[in-house]
């Protein structure tokens, strides 16, 4: 009976960790090489091939930028670079990035 109520906790673990997927600031910060050059910290503005507004990420809420990725992926969001640039992250990934984006930053002005 005893190992009958291991194993049965040990499927409610597994359960809930297959349900929320956690984001790992760390890896994130790997992750997101790929989208420095245009979302960076210090300038927004880019001027290839003509300039736009990039929104800036860093201190945004990670709910929102998860949220942001998976509608640009699922085509809810039109854009077309940031569409082709999401169809390539897994929902681990985003929320990694996600994590990364929103981390506290001790010492920052904002
Ligand atoms: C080539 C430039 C470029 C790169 C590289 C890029 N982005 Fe973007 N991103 C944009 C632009 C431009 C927008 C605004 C698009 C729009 O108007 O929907 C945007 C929008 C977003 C948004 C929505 C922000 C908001 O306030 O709604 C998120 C989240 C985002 N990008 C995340 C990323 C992540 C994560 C990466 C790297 C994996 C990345 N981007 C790489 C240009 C880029």
Partial sequence: MKKLIFAFTLLLAAGAQAQTIQGNAATGKQDVFMCEGCHNSTGYRVAFPEVYEVPM???????????????????????????????????????????YYSRPRPGSAQ
């Fill in 57 to 99: 990420l860093n201190g945004q809420n990670a709910g929102y930028i998860e949220q942001a990725l998976k509608e640009y992926r699922d085509g809810q969001r039109n854009n077309q670079t940031m569409r082709a640039i999401a169809s390539s992250l897994t929902n681990q990934e985003i929320a990694d990035i996600a994590a």
